[in-house]
């Protein structure tokens, strides 16, 4: 059964920077779209940015875009974000999810109705 295990959260300073991980085992070579979605208490999950290794698509969410960016070492079966010029508004828990391709990487991404999920790790933004 496939694990997602995330980490690389933290504390960061408004314009700091993040590199959130994600760490699959007992991947399934089916699952080939990725995502990182984040949610804050009282508010609907937000799909930030996915990839779908067998198109090269990739997403990003309007409020990261230009300051986020995913990456794949499937060699390491490890899915990075990269978080750049870190707003207080990114404070979040943020969750890694696995899927097999069923749509678009943007309508997954939308949706996040994916299989796999990880525990997720809290991002605060904060001075």
């Known amino acids: 059964q496939l694990q997602l295990v995330e980490s690389g959260g933290g504390l960061a300073q408004p314009g700091g920077s993040l590199r959130l991980s994600c760490t699959a085992s007992g991947l399934n070579s089916d699952y080939d779209v990725v995502g990182w979605f984040r949610q804050v208490p009282g508010k609907q999950r937000e799909g930030v940015s996915c990839v779908i290794s067998s198109t090269d698509s990739w997403y990003y969410s309007d409020s990261v875009k230009g300051r986020f960016t995913i990456s794949r070492d499937n060699a390491k079966n490890t899915v990075y974000l990269q978080m750049n010029s870190l707003k207080p508004e990114d404070t979040a828990v943020y969750y890694c999810?696995?899927?097999?391709?069923?749509?678009?990487?943007?309508?997954?991404?939308?949706?996040?109705?994916?299989?796999?999920w990880g525990q997720g790790t809290q991002v605060t933004v904060s001075s």
């Open positions: 999810a696995a899927d097999q391709t069923w749509h678009t990487v943007e309508k997954m991404c939308e949706l996040g109705d994916f299989h796999e």
